[in-house]
């Protein structure tokens, strides 16, 4: 089994910072594509950012030049460093980690809890 455990959201001014975590933790043979997505009320989830195993990472272009997106191979954790926040950012962010476990032969997908990002004055 494998658990995802977010923390660091909260409310922020614009303007401000936040930094996000994800931990990955279980039977973890391997850890591929790591994202962070998000969804504001009313609309659909999207697709924040996203760091493969090997490094390369993808953004938004809402929050490109803003969010840096970065990981810990040896605490398989993936970060979100938040800049520059605006009240479009306020959200529920989710992490997104590709595991293959020592219960299956493929990668799967797990989703974290979810934490609420709010930016607001």
């Known amino acids: 089994q494998v658990h995802l455990v977010e923390s660091g959201g909260g409310l922020v001014q614009p303007g401000g910072s936040l930094r996000l975590s994800c931990a990955a933790s279980?039977?973890?043979?391997?850890?591929?594509?790591m994202r962070w997505y998000r969804q504001a009320p009313g609309k659909q989830r999207e697709l924040v950012a996203a760091i493969s195993s090997g490094g390369t990472t993808n953004y938004s272009n809402a929050v490109k030049g803003r969010f840096t997106i970065s990981k810990d191979n040896a605490k398989n954790t993936v970060l979100l460093q938040m800049n520059s926040l605006n009240p479009e950012d306020t959200a529920v962010y989710y992490c997104y980690v590709d595991v293959k476990s020592t219960r299956s032969s493929d990668y799967r997908t797990y989703w974290g809890q979810g934490t609420q990002i709010t930016v607001s004055s």
């Open positions: 279980g039977s973890i043979v391997s850890i591929s594509d």
